[in-house]
């Protein structure tokens, strides 16, 4: 992929593609979450349990992928341009908005441990030296870090300082055990999550405006995502014949394409999903940009950061306070799951009629904003 020429896209016009994607992934976070929180993986009919559980670690891939194309727009007229005061300005703007992430993620990880905040934190400071470097370094990047994190996996302790059964750190607020959970073995390790920031950059950088650019966007996804899903089902299903529990643990563990450990297959199906969706978006976003069923999900996607916190702090806290919040079944947690939802857009759309930010964006904007030399 490379750059396009900045006059092939229509400047300064927001792609209401992206807000849309963005929506899908919160809808998909709280599915995720509420089924984890609630004990209710398994509860269920196996087709719904399998389809559900394909969603893991696929909306929050997404929402970094999308992180990643912001990054690339924001930055856009200064990486052509080359001009070194801009570069400055855009990267000391990521960076004040990487220290409000992870400040605002750390204080939210007691509330909520699989926190991505402060991950997101990390990533953002990252990308932030690497606004003008080449697609072909981003992409190099990326590999890196994907094969690094494997390279670590089969090396170091990944289970060190989890309980796998209560999905708790032990570790965390130690230095040690913060650089291993931020970097190593945590929700969401930069090595190698930061993989996808870096691909939403390169993808930020086309004219997804361009509909060639989108069907191959939208049919690399898709292929790499369903290639390495049915890659991963043959070699899980074959090398399990005949193995104990245990063993076929450690099969699905480092062959399948789940999100822990955050091997190659999971890395190349969530990011495959992630263009698939995105290119499919910004497809649907163009074809209806003006239509009036669109704008409750297009609002949703502009608060995700309001109602990520939200999902848990209203959603599972009122589930809590019912005495629903744990031990129930797979169709409850979607049924709440909806309802939170629908509520979101409601609220969404409410919201963006007075204002134009969410209110923890609002307050991020506030802290945040650009502050030009």
Not at 145 to 166: C, F, H, I, K, P
Request: net charge positive.
């Amino acid at each position: 992929m490379k750059e396009v020429n900045p006059e092939d896209r229509r400047t300064g016009k927001r792609i209401v593609g992206y807000d849309l994607a963005r929506a899908l992934a919160v809808f998909g976070m709280v599915v995720v979450n509420f089924k984890i929180v609630m004990g209710a993986g398994e509860r269920g009919p196996v087709w719904l349990v399998d389809l559900i559980s394909i969603l893991s670690g696929r909306a929050a891939a997404t929402f970094v992928v999308l992180a990643g194309i912001g990054i690339s727009l924001l930055s856009r007229r200064s990486r052509i341009s080359g001009e070194k005061t801009l570069l400055r300005n855009d990267r000391a703007t990521l960076l004040r908005r990487a220290a409000f992430l992870f400040v605002v993620g750390l204080l939210y990880t007691p509330i909520w441990p699989a926190d991505i905040l402060h991950f997101y934190g990390i990533y953002i400071a990252v990308a932030a030296f690497l606004l003008a470097v080449s697609a072909r370094r981003l992409w190099v990047t990326a590999g890196a870090l994907v094969m690094g994190s494997a390279v670590l996996v089969v090396t170091l302790d990944y289970s060190r300082e989890w309980n796998w059964q209560t999905l708790d750190y032990s570790g965390f607020w130690s230095p040690s055990g913060m650089l291993r959970h931020l970097f190593f073995n945590g929700f969401h390790p930069v090595i190698p999550w930061l993989a996808f920031l870096l691909f939403g950059m390169i993808i930020g950088r086309q004219n997804v405006e361009d509909s060639a650019v989108r069907r191959r966007i939208f049919w690399w996804g898709a292929v790499v995502a369903l290639a390495t899903e049915g890659l991963s089902r043959l070699l899980v299903n074959g090398l399990s014949v005949g193995a104990g529990p245990e063993d076929r643990e450690t099969i699905i563990a480092l062959l399948g394409t789940g999100p822990m450990p955050p091997l190659p297959l999971y890395m190349l199906a969530g990011a495959g999903t992630a263009a698939a969706v995105i290119a499919g978006m910004v497809s649907l976003g163009l074809r209806y940009e003006n239509s009036i069923w669109l704008r409750p999900i297009e609002a949703t996607g502009q608060l995700a950061l309001s109602l990520y916190v939200a999902h848990v702090v209203i959603g599972m806290g009122f589930l809590e306070s019912i005495e629903r919040l744990h031990d129930q079944t797979l169709w409850f947690s979607l049924f709440a799951s909806a309802v939170f939802c629908s509520v979101g857009m409601v609220f969404a759309s409410v919201v963006r009629r007075r204002f134009k930010r969410g209110p923890i964006e609002a307050l991020m904007r506030l802290v945040t904003g650009p502050r030009r030399s």
